[in-house]
């Protein structure tokens, strides 16, 4: 069809020159001082003619040309990024750091810019070489503007990988100043950020927020929420009133975790507050039998041991093989001063149990009692089994 066309104007432009030669006898002068041309207006209008045809098929020649170059291009780029990705998934950073940059030089779009560019620096990153790494990003700043999410969350990935929170923090701040809502991944980045420069308050607000997505690791999110709990209890410890503020201020079920509660319970004994430490310690072990937790009852002892004696006797019934509660309750035996049942209590656990603590608790026991042939046997008992759990 086009050929068709080009015949169809091809001839017209001939039966025009035809009649033009036949029936026109006029004349075109071009004036260029010193210099005069007098044409035929025929002549004329047949070299204008040319002059069309020679700069059409010019152009034509120049953008087939061009168009090759674009698809020659195109075609390297698309190779060398397939080159790259392949590298860096197989773990070959090198030949992905040399590629990358090729396919970004020769990528006509931003976007597979970006691309390209993350993936030298990532391959950078790999191979230590930290300031190639970030000429790779700013080339991505620059070159692909548009892209400033997918550069933005790989700086903060590759700062945080390399020991710099408080950097990625704030690489990831630029990136939350445009608004709307944050992807999954991108929170659970921060909340890594954050836990490495102890930031434990904003820790917790990620949490309450990561655990209304999906999907996130319920799990994992309720194990970081305790330990960010823990790591705000131990600083709050050398204030009383604080300590308070912050425990009472946690739910139900979180004060009832045995390790929240261990916490807890050391907070208090290290301000001399025995009394909330032992009522920390009775709330929880009725949800969770954690031997630390039953160990700790005997830490903290003042004038109300014989109620402490009374409460670990009702628990023993429910746990009478437990040979940290019988241990517990030698030793507040003992601080009593009740000889006879902290002696059936310490022998009864390591009975259960061979420990050391037991049988250092039992060798202290003889030695108030003026018993120093049977403490002396108990003290090499528990060093002997301290060197046999050693080797």
Same mark, same amino acid.
């Given at each position: 069809?086009?050929?068709?066309?080009?015949?169809?104007?091809?001839?017209?432009?001939?039966?025009?020159?035809?009649?033009?030669?036949?029936?026109? &006898?006029?004349?075109?002068?071009?004036?260029?001082?010193?210099?005069?041309?007098?044409?035929?207006?025929?002549?004329?209008?047949?070299?204008?003619?040319?002059?069309?045809?020679?700069?059409?098929? @010019?152009?034509?020649?120049?953008?087939?040309?061009?168009?090759?170059?674009?698809?020659?291009?195109?075609? !390297?780029?698309?190779?060398?990024?397939?080159?790259?990705?392949?590298?860096?998934?197989?773990?070959?950073?090198?030949?992905?750091?040399?590629?990358?940059?090729? @396919?970004?030089?020769?990528?006509?779009?931003?976007?597979?810019?970006?691309?390209?560019?993350?993936?030298?620096?990532?391959?950078?990153?790999?191979?230590?070489?930290?300031? $190639?790494?970030?000429?790779?990003?700013?080339?991505?700043? !620059? &070159?692909?503007?548009?892209?400033?999410?997918?550069?933005?969350?790989?700086?903060?990935?590759?700062?945080?990988?390399?020991?710099?929170?408080?950097?990625?923090?704030?690489?990831?701040?630029?990136?939350?100043?445009?608004?709307?809502?944050?992807?999954?991944?991108?929170?659970? +980045?921060?909340?890594?950020?954050?836990?490495?420069?102890?930031?434990?308050?904003?820790?917790?607000?990620?949490?309450?927020?990561? $655990?209304?997505?999906?999907? /996130? *690791?319920?799990?994992?999110?309720?194990?970081?929420?305790?330990?960010?709990?823990?790591? *705000?209890?131990?600083?709050?410890?050398?204030? +009383?009133?604080?300590?308070?503020?912050?425990?009472?201020?946690?739910?139900?079920?979180?004060?009832? &975790?045995?390790? +929240?509660?261990?916490?807890?319970?050391?907070?208090?004994?290290?301000?001399?507050?025995?009394?909330?430490?032992?009522?920390?310690?009775?709330?929880?072990?009725?949800?969770?039998? *954690?031997?630390?937790?039953?160990?700790?009852?005997?830490?903290?002892?003042?004038?109300?041991?014989?109620?402490?004696?009374?409460?670990?006797?009702?628990?023993?019934?429910?746990?009478?093989?437990?040979?940290?509660?019988?241990?517990?309750?030698?030793?507040?035996?003992?601080?009593?001063?009740?000889?006879?049942?902290?002696? *059936?209590?310490?022998?009864?656990?390591?009975? /259960?149990? $061979?420990?050391?603590?037991?049988?250092?608790?039992?060798?202290?026991?003889?030695?108030?009692?003026?018993?120093?042939? +049977?403490?002396?046997?108990?003290?090499?008992?528990?060093?002997?089994?301290?060197?046999?759990?050693?080797?």
């Amino acid at each position: 069809m086009r050929l068709i066309l080009w015949l169809l104007a091809l001839s017209a432009a001939a039966v025009a020159v035809v009649f033009a030669a036949k029936y026109n &006898d006029g004349y075109v002068l071009l004036v260029k001082q010193p210099y005069q041309i007098e044409l035929a207006l025929n002549i004329f209008i047949m070299a204008l003619i040319a002059a069309f045809f020679i700069f059409y098929i @010019a152009a034509r020649l120049l953008l087939r040309i061009f168009n090759f170059s674009q698809r020659h291009r195109h075609k !390297k780029a698309n190779v060398m990024m397939t080159t790259g990705l392949k590298s860096f998934f197989e773990g070959d950073y090198a030949t992905a750091k040399k590629t990358a940059p090729i @396919a970004f030089k020769n990528a006509d779009s931003s976007t597979v810019k970006a691309i390209n560019a993350v993936i030298a620096a990532r391959s950078a990153h790999k191979l230590e070489e930290f300031s $190639q790494r970030d000429n790779y990003l700013n080339m991505a700043a !620059k &070159d692909a503007p548009d892209e400033r999410a997918l550069r933005l969350v790989t700086q903060a990935e590759l700062l945080l990988d390399q020991g710099h929170p408080h950097q990625a923090l704030e690489t990831l701040q630029s990136l939350y100043s445009t608004g709307g809502l944050q992807q999954t991944a991108v929170l659970q +980045l921060e909340l890594k950020a954050q836990q490495q420069a102890g930031n434990w308050y904003a820790v917790l607000e990620l949490t309450e927020l990561l $655990q209304k997505r999906r999907p /996130v *690791n319920k799990a994992l999110i309720r194990e970081i929420r305790l330990h960010a709990h823990i790591e *705000n209890i131990k600083k709050h410890a050398t204030n +009383l009133s604080s300590l308070n503020k912050y425990w009472h201020h946690l739910s139900t079920e979180e004060k009832t &975790d045995s390790k +929240l509660a261990i916490a807890a319970a050391r907070a208090y004994m290290a301000l001399g507050n025995c009394d909330m430490a032992h009522e920390i310690i009775e709330h929880s072990i009725t949800t969770d039998w *954690n031997p630390e937790l039953i160990i700790l009852y005997s830490e903290c002892l003042d004038y109300h041991v014989s109620r402490q004696i009374e409460k670990a006797e009702v628990w023993l019934k429910a746990q009478p093989n437990n040979a940290q509660l019988l241990l517990t309750l030698g030793k507040l035996c003992t601080h009593c001063e009740l000889w006879g049942k902290a002696q *059936n209590y310490l022998e009864a656990s390591l009975s /259960v149990e $061979q420990s050391h603590a037991a049988h250092l608790a039992l060798a202290q026991l003889h030695e108030k009692l003026g018993k120093h042939e +049977l403490a002396m046997d108990q003290y090499n008992k528990g060093l002997g089994l301290t060197l046999k759990q050693l080797g």
